[in-house]
């Protein structure tokens, strides 16, 4: 997919790391004044794909809130990425369900070029893992 190569490449440039070389937990903030704060961090993974999740982040009341925020699937063994889901302006949209494989794909199609021009813009802002504030692992979270 087209679309899919040119997001990991804007990625990379913006994380300093190939989105398909991220294993385990993993979690970025970077702060580029004076646009909103972005964050990119795993959320968790199965058998068949590693799961991330990325945002833009405003302050309301005291309190931060994300939008967008976009969560996407990557394959373990292809590296085919799926966008699953984008909450944005207190709207939630889901495309892709990895545990029954059922997808919305002109849902999933629009959101990846969503994603490639919200990339595009991370790049031509300036967003870089200079400007982190914090990388890491988080903390693991036992399933219930």
Known sequence: MRGEKMFYKKMEVVLGKNIKEIEGNFHLKLINEPYMRFTFESIGEDEKY????????????????????IEFAVHKKTGDLIPMGIMQMGMYKRYFYP?????????????MSFLNMWSGNLVSQGFRPKDKVSMGKKLKHKKV
């Open 99 to 111: 545990d029954t494989m059922k997808i919305n794909m002109a849902g999933s199609k629009s959101l």
């Open 50 to 69: 590693r799961f991330f999740a990325m945002a833009h982040y405003y302050e309301q009341n005291g309190d931060l809130v994300a939008d967008p925020d």
